[in-house]
């Protein structure tokens, strides 16, 4: 006995990437054929006795399923905060077809059998593909590097690796490991804080944006060049090495400028933006409310409106989530104890709609690059990020731009309540996810 | 007002009316019975995370004296200690049935996130929070200011009621940093109408600080000389510098130095004994919210001089805390 084949899905009146209505037909896990096509050969395999299921969905959006490479599953170690399972839900909700789990797991994800494992319990979700992001050091240490090797050569095929949640801020060891990966075609994604000037490892560590606002309320600040002085070295490594490297989270003007400087020398760098970054600025912190703590932190008004300049432009590749869901007593404690982080995995896409789209910074098209199609490419995925075209694997999701929806962290599949766009008026929702032809979220809701 | 959490967000007239009232409980600390029944029977928790006798026995003696019970939480050797969460232990508080809750705690924004949960229905009065505002002590600051300002230009038997301190001319010397009197001190007194100075090396003062209502000087020397229009402060209030911001801080090179350059030597009180409040005879004054550092920050004579108004801040801080306690419980307003 064999399982039964998912059925072919007929999308009838969707409008890939918000431009005129195409049917899709999918089977076998790809796109059959788009438009006009797709009828006929839906109408050929009803007549071969194939079961075609239609999903009506007129004035919805398609968009090659979303990619983020900045997801932090907690799974193994802090089940409490998330599992490989939760996480996976919330992405296949949130419309992503892919996610990348970060490595500050307990233990760490820096040998073969820890990535293995979190690979393993992706595929046993099976809500979306999960790949596990490799240490570049032991135990994020800093201090030595990973068996990276062996992470590359093991079932989960690790490509990423990153410390992320600390900075590899020793930079013989950060060329060592930009030099290192290329056996692989691997890259480094490096999060950007010089530690001595955020205090880490201190009594008072930095706790938000360095400026006017941390000067009023009293709390140490994260200054920009912190993390901009690791982003021109790093960038200068990699172009003397000749590696691939990409930054994680850009939070602030000056790093946009940095980053636009180094692409232009044609240097190998990618870079990432949250959707958090994208909207909310460090007046938040006001309310000493922890779900506004995050690293790095909610930055200025004016560079939140460099971040989107970056993003159109295209000197920013990715939206990556940094999705990093806590458990509530993480949070409900003073701003100096609490955990940093929000989570992002289901509020992500209305938030690069409400802050990209509907401002007319950029069109649907540019949202499937910087969603789907680049970090796809970053991490050189043949089968997800693909165009909605016949032949590509069917990774995609259904989106209702008119919908809109009031955020309540409750509601959320993942087990993180700390969303800081709770209460918040978001636009759009993802409708369908379609994984690999079969359909995991329809009419919004888990299959 | 229902809370008392940061000078930032105090309105002139609730600062003038704590002000006033301060006035009238001075009467009654000056009294042989110190004492007024208008809290009986309710209850003040001094919830202390962080070690501060001074300010724990001056709430304690203003609650007293108002005939409210009072219970001292200390955060050591209590259930605080072994991990309990400011909630639960706030929670177990209101169940005790307090009424008021005087919270000194080492997190900025501690007392302001109390106020906002839903796990009290306590009043809360900030005393100390981190580094970011010590209310009260700001408001005895201005007290101990307003009554020498009013006596200078009007005679010591006029009440100073309902007056300010426009005209005056108020400099925050030292490590304004990491200081939560400093901040509540700048709102404060830009509120009620003072021009203040900041004196500090640029290490102990905030990104951020240029967009503050201040003038900033790095000398202390030409912050004490005649400005462009010929004025010269009126007050100088030297903050206390903390050891741990010498040994190994890297905020000034040695502590020797800073005196130098940031403290109140001999001569620079010389300088200092010149000057004179405004246009009157009484001479300028010099504020400390203690403890003192003696040779550090302040030069012992300096300490020990006449203008030195830190004792009268200690009992000033006692009529400011019954006034708070007093207008925030009972709701009432006696301006």
């Known amino acids: ?447 | 007002m229902r809370h008392l959490l940061s000078t930032a967000d105090l309105s002139r007239e609730d600062a003038l009316s704590i002000l006033d009232t301060a006035e009238e409980m001075s009467g009654v600390s000056a009294r042989e019975v110190k004492k007024l029944p208008t809290l009986r029977g309710r209850t003040v928790v001094n919830l202390f995370f962080e070690d501060s006798t001074r300010t724990r026995i001056s709430f304690e003696a203003a609650a007293k004296r108002l005939s409210a019970d009072v219970m001292n939480f200390s955060a050591k050797g209590s259930s605080v200690s072994k991990g309990e969460s400011l909630k639960d232990t706030v929670q177990t508080l209101e169940a005790i049935g307090a009424d008021a809750v005087v919270m000194r705690h080492w997190a900025s924004g501690a007392a302001a996130q109390l106020a906002a949960s839903d796990w009290t229905d306590c009043a809360v009065v900030n005393a100390g929070d981190g580094t970011h505002e010590h209310p009260t002590q700001a408001l005895l600051d201005a007290l101990t200011l307003r009554r020498r300002w009013h006596a200078a230009h009007h005679g010591p038997d006029q009440s100073p009621r309902g007056t300010d301190l426009s005209g005056m001319k108020v400099l925050i010397v030292g490590d304004i940093l990491h200081s939560r009197v400093a901040r509540s001190n700048i709102w404060l007194l830009n509120t009620l109408g003072a021009e203040v100075g900041l004196v500090a090396p640029a290490t102990l003062l905030p990104v951020g600080v240029e967009t503050w209502p201040v003038t900033v000087h790095y000398s202390f020397d030409e912050a004490l000389a005649p400005d462009s229009a010929g004025r010269t402060p009126d007050a100088a209030m030297m903050l206390r510098v903390q050891a741990e911001r010498m040994v190994g801080g890297g905020f000034f090179p040695t502590a020797a130095e800073y005196t130098r350059r940031w403290g109140l030597t001999d001569e620079r009180l010389a300088t200092l004994e010149r000057l004179r409040l405004g246009e009157t005879d009484c001479p300028a004054m010099l504020l400390h919210p203690g403890p003192m550092n003696r040779g550090v920050e302040v030069s012992s004579a300096a300490a020990d001089s006449p203008l030195n108004h830190a004792l009268d801040q200690v009992s000033h801080g006692v009529s400011v805390r019954m006034a708070v306690l007093h207008l925030l419980l009972t709701g009432a307003d006696d301006s």
């Open chain 1, 1 to 447: 006995m064999t399982a039964p084949a998912n059925p072919a899905l007929l999308v009838t009146g969707a409008r890939p990437y918000g431009e005129e209505p195409q049917d899709l037909l999918i089977s076998e896990g790809r796109i059959a054929a788009v438009g006009t096509e797709a009828d006929g050969q839906a109408e050929q395999l009803r007549a071969q006795g194939t079961e075609v299921e239609t999903i009506e969905a007129e004035g919805q959006i398609a968009l090659p399923g979303l990619v983020d490479l900045h997801t932090h599953l907690r799974e193994p170690g802090r089940e409490d905060a998330e599992t490989v399972a939760t996480g996976s839900r919330a992405a296949a909700l949130g419309g992503f077809t892919a996610v990348h789990a970060m490595a500050n797991s307990s233990p760490v994800a820096d040998t073969a059998g820890v990535v293995e494992q979190v690979h393993r319990l992706g595929l046993d979700a099976g809500y979306t593909e999960v790949y596990p992001v490799g240490a570049v050091t032991v135990g994020l240490a800093g201090e030595k590097l990973a068996e990276l090797g062996a992470m590359a050569e093991s079932s989960a095929q690790v490509r990423m690796f990153s410390d992320d949640g600390h900075c590899v801020h020793n930079p013989v060891l950060m060329r060592r490991a930009l030099e290192y990966v290329k056996a692989f075609d691997g890259f480094i994604a490096q999060h950007a804080q010089e530690p001595a000037l955020t205090g880490w490892d201190t009594d008072t560590p930095a706790q938000m944006n360095e400026g006017c606002v941390s000067a009023e309320l009293g709390l140490p600040g994260w200054p920009a060049v912190a993390e901009e002085a690791i982003i021109a070295r790093d960038v200068l490594l990699a172009q003397h090495v000749g590696s691939r490297l990409h930054i994680c989270h850009v939070s602030t003007q000056g790093s946009v400028e940095i980053i636009r400087w180094a692409k232009e020398r044609d240097i190998d760098v990618t870079a990432e933006v949250t959707p958090h970054h994208l909207i909310l600025t460090d007046e938040l912190v006001r309310s000493y409310d922890p779900v506004y703590k995050v690293n790095p932190p909610l930055r200025t008004e004016a560079d939140v409106h460099a971040l989107r300049a970056g993003l159109a432009d295209g000197t920013i590749d990715v939206i990556g989530t940094d999705h990093a869901p806590h458990p509530t007593e993480a949070k409900e404690c003073e701003w100096s104890q609490a955990a940093m982080g929000m989570t992002g995995l289901e509020t992500a896409l209305s938030v690069v709609q409400m802050t990209m789209v509907e401002t007319g910074l950029i069109d649907w098209r540019r949202v499937a690059e910087i969603t789907s199609a680049k970090p796809a490419e970053i991490y050189r995925h043949a089968h997800q990020g693909r165009p909605l075209a016949a032949g590509e694997a069917a990774n995609l999701i259904l989106l209702n731009p008119e919908a809109s929806r009031t955020v309540d962290p409750a509601q959320h599949a993942s087990k993180g309540r700390n969303s800081p766009f709770r209460g918040m008026e978001l636009p759009g929702q993802v409708r369908t996810t379609v994984l690999n032809g079969r359909a995991v979220v329809r009419e919004g809701a888990l299959v």
